[in-house]
């Protein structure tokens, strides 16, 4: 079984693969002041309670944009795990073109969703992570990514409002029932809710734009995904998981690189196409 890590600034999505299928996945918050021990006895809970055996891990492989957390992530699953680790930069030899300005800044987790993307999908994608900070990775069919933008969180930018006015109450992040808000507490929950969905769809539309690609796929992914990507009119497909997808592809080709024996193919996710 490979163990994949998706570290992001505010959360970090693990998921367990199995022959190509995502078995399990959990998400915890990203501590990066965590030991080595403590963070062994959480990920080893985490499997066990899951019901499945911690001895059957033998590859560990590591998506971070958080530096200082990677090397007790990485020590974690040799020590803790018994799990051979790999983490994932632009210097990893994976079937896919960063054709950028600065190649060795792109973000492994927007590595790893182009590989994704252009494995699973096979055609120009538009990938939108919804984390922390908002990705949009422009992502053709043969695998080069050609760059994309980078805009504030939806949470990011809400927890931002709130800090910064004395009178506006901290709300649930959920769809209201109307634009126009009758109470403080729905008017900012409408304009962060619809906020969002306006800010990716008016993007979606200036990248098809320029990137003179109107068809291209459209898969919104992260944790904001399933809640923000069915209000989107641009989003196609709603994929969660794409990263943690992109991840056990680069375990798997970095395996066939190294032994030369064909690893099972992927057992690709069902299909999430948004209905419009």
């Not at 998706?6 to 999505?13: C, F, R, S, Y």
């Amino acid at each position: 079984m490979n163990l994949v890590f998706d570290v992001g600034n505010t959360e970090t999505v693990v998921g367990l693969f199995e022959t190509g299928e995502l078995r399990e996945h959990w998400r915890v918050a990203t501590q990066p002041e965590r030991s080595v021990d403590e963070a062994g006895l959480l990920f080893r809970s985490l499997i066990r309670e899951s019901g499945f055996n911690v001895e059957l891990i033998r590859a560990a492989t590591i998506a971070s944009v958080v530096p200082p957390f990677t090397p007790i992530l990485l020590e974690t699953c040799e020590r803790h795990l018994g799990a051979r680790a790999t983490s994932i930069d632009a210097t990893t030899p994976l079937p896919i073109r960063l054709d950028v300005e600065e190649p060795l800044t792109v973000g492994a987790d927007r590595i790893v969703n182009t590989l994704a993307a252009a494995q699973m999908y096979g055609t120009d994608t538009i990938a939108v992570d919804l984390g922390t900070a908002t990705t949009f990775d422009c992502i053709t069919g043969d695998g080069t990514f050609v760059g994309g933008v980078i805009a504030p969180g939806v949470r990011t930018g809400a927890e931002m409002l709130v800090r910064r006015t004395a009178k506006l109450p901290r709300v649930d992040l959920e769809r209201p029932p109307l634009v126009i808000g009758r109470r403080t507490e729905l008017s900012l929950r409408s304009g962060i809710f619809f906020g969002a969905v306006d800010t990716i769809d008016g993007i979606v539309r200036r990248i098809k734009s320029e990137w003179s690609r109107p068809n291209a796929l459209v898969v919104a992914t992260g944790g904001l995904a399933s809640l923000i990507g069915p209000h989107c009119s641009m989003v196609d497909r709603i994929e969660p998981y794409l990263t943690l997808y992109g991840l056990d592809l680069a375990h798997r080709h970095l395996e066939e690189r190294s032994t030369g024996v064909r690893v099972t193919p992927l057992k690709r996710p069902g299909s999430r196409r948004r209905s419009k």
